[in-house]
């Protein structure tokens, strides 16, 4: 295997835990969250130099609704910040954004502004992929609903319309917090993709985390169903 084989060039992460860090430390959820905030901050401003062409971070789910009415406001409005404050830097360092999702179906205004985000950074090399709105399996339901429409449903007519469509294909995927699950994340993408599963609550992993689930990956062998 050579060397670029063996380099993970899609990652995706299930940033979890940041409730029960808050927690431990006696503070608001709302806390955990802005905390998962820099830690987002911390690793796209790391990725040069580690071979990563996307990162995907399942940002929030479809199932997130089910949460208090606060504590999704919170999210929401993380989000505008997180918008508004770092796209100039995305667009200063090359990053391109790409969502998947129903996103579509968030409030008028961060829809606005995601689709600002998309144009913007449209010419990027370097992709960074957040999940808004969105669920594994409604994914495949979509996308099997379109290729139906355009024809024969097969297996490249559903790749070609998941909403990760256009990205690598996914390599590695890292959960934190120390749960072992996908939470309907990625489940067609995750077929093949090794997978990593953490303590770390996720306002505590750092780019150096990171960097030892890339040295991990390297070290694994795929067989992708072979011998």
């Not at 449209?122 to 495949?140: D, H, K, P």
């Not at 489940?187 to 990593?196: F, G, T």
Request: glycine letters at 8%; aromatic letters at 8%; hydrophobic letters at 45%.
């Amino acid at each position: 295997m050579s060397e670029a084989d063996s380099r993970a060039r899609h990652v995706a992460i299930i940033m979890d835990g940041n409730g029960r860090w808050a927690k431990r430390r006696h503070l608001p959820r709302a806390m955990g969250h802005r905390q998962g905030v820099e830690a987002v901050r911390r690793l796209v401003r790391s990725l040069e130099g580690t071979g990563i062409e996307c990162l995907t971070l399942y940002a929030f789910s479809s199932e997130n609704w089910k949460r208090s009415e606060d504590e999704v406001d919170d999210l929401m409005d993380l989000m505008r910040k997180f918008i508004k404050s770092d796209l100039p830097e995305f667009i200063a360092n090359d990053v391109k954004l790409h969502i998947l999702g129903d996103w579509r179906a968030l409030a008028p205004d961060i829809v606005a502004m995601l689709e600002d985000a998309l144009e913007k950074t449209s010419g990027g090399s370097r992709t960074i992929a957040v999940a808004l709105n969105y669920g594994g399996q409604a994914e495949i339901v979509h996308a099997a609903r379109a290729a139906a429409a355009q024809g024969e449903i097969t297996q490249e007519s559903i790749e070609a319309n998941l909403f990760s469509a256009g990205l690598p294909p996914l390599d590695l995927l890292i959960r934190t917090s120390g749960e072992v699950r996908l939470s309907n994340f990625l489940l067609w993408q995750a077929a093949y993709a090794e997978m990593l599963f953490v303590d770390t609550l996720w306002p505590d992993f750092t780019p150096e985390h990171l960097q030892q689930a890339l040295d991990d990956f390297t070290n694994r062998e795929r067989r992708f169903g072979g011998r």
